[in-house]
């Protein structure tokens, strides 16, 4: 690998270790980055349990989209911003509070205005617990 390479993984990884305020509320905790691929793991606490005791629907949605999230921005240019228009959520399996989550986060579709992920939401097993399909919008900062 040259050093050009090594300096832009050093950068993407930095830019998806550096998690916003939510998805350090969460724990989210960001193991594998790059513009094709976002692996987050988090430990379900029980502030993310719902009255059934076990993770949250909208924990489980939160953590894919934090990982669509971060998977759209490490794909923007300078100046660039993104949001999430659109998110999909098919719940399969309950998950365990105390149980680690993996989220597995790739590309369905990258354009220059919307990007699409999908996410696959792994129990501690390996089994599926959810998938979620999102829609990001590119924004120009500059307002161009």
């Known amino acids: 690998m040259n050093s ?29 980055c790059g513009p094709d691929r976002v692996v987050a793991e ?3 606490m029980p502030q993310l349990a719902n009255r059934n005791g076990v993770m ?14 971060t998977a759209a921005f490490l794909n923007l240019s300078p100046g660039q911003g993104t949001t999430t228009v659109e998110s999909k959520t098919n719940f399969f399996r309950a998950i ?3 149980s680690r989550v993996r989220a597995i986060c790739e590309p369905l579709h990258k354009g220059r205005r919307t990007m699409v992920w999908q996410t ?12 979620v399909t999102q829609t990001q919008m590119v924004l120009d900062k500059d307002g161009a």
């Open 4 to 32: 050009a390479s090594e300096d832009n993984l050093v950068q993407l990884k930095a830019i998806a270790e550096d998690q916003p305020p939510f998805g350090q509320l969460m724990g989210v905790k960001i193991i594998e």
């Open 42 to 44: 988090i430990t379900v």
């Open 56 to 69: 949250h629907g909208g924990a489980i949605m939160g953590l894919a989209d934090n990982a669509g999230g």
């Open 96 to 98: 365990q509070v105390g």
């Open 120 to 131: 696959r939401i792994l129990r501690e097993d390996g089994k599926l617990a959810a998938l």
